[in-house]
């Protein structure tokens, strides 16, 4: 069974940087698409970025420039480094698997940001 963990969490000050870590079990990294989300409060998930089986990666017009994801194969994660954090950007994040014929949601792990 496929199972995503979110990590890397935490606080951080406005302009500071955060690396978050999605480690994923029961199957390889190297297929399927894989996303981060953002959930604020009160607010809708929405979906920050996102890299493909080839390494093809999207991003949302709000991260562009500044989000990061990446695939660690040796790892088996996927990851997201997060440069010039902003107030706006303090949600709980998920990690989601797209794979063939499974959709995995991780639980989520909390950024805050603020002075």
């Known amino acids: 069974q496929v199972q995503v963990v979110e990590s890397g969490g935490g606080s951080a000050q406005p302009g500071g940087s955060l690396r978050l870590s999605c480690a994923v079990s029961?199957?390889?990294?190297?297929?399927?698409?894989f996303d981060w989300y953002r959930q604020a409060p009160g607010k809708q998930r929405e979906l920050d970025a996102s890299?493909?089986?080839?390494?093809?990666?999207t991003y949302d017009d709000s991260v562009r420039d500044r989000f990061t994801i990446s695939k660690d194969k040796d790892a088996n994660t996927v990851d997201l480094q997060m440069n010039s954090l902003e107030p706006d950007d303090t949600a709980v994040y998920y990690c989601?698997?797209?794979?063939?014929?499974?959709?995995?949601w991780g639980q989520g792990t909390q950024v805050t940001v603020s002075s």
């Open positions: 029961g199957r390889s990294i190297s297929s399927g698409t």
């Open positions: 989601h698997a797209r794979l063939l014929y499974q959709s995995v």
């Open positions: 890299i493909t089986g080839k390494y093809s990666t």
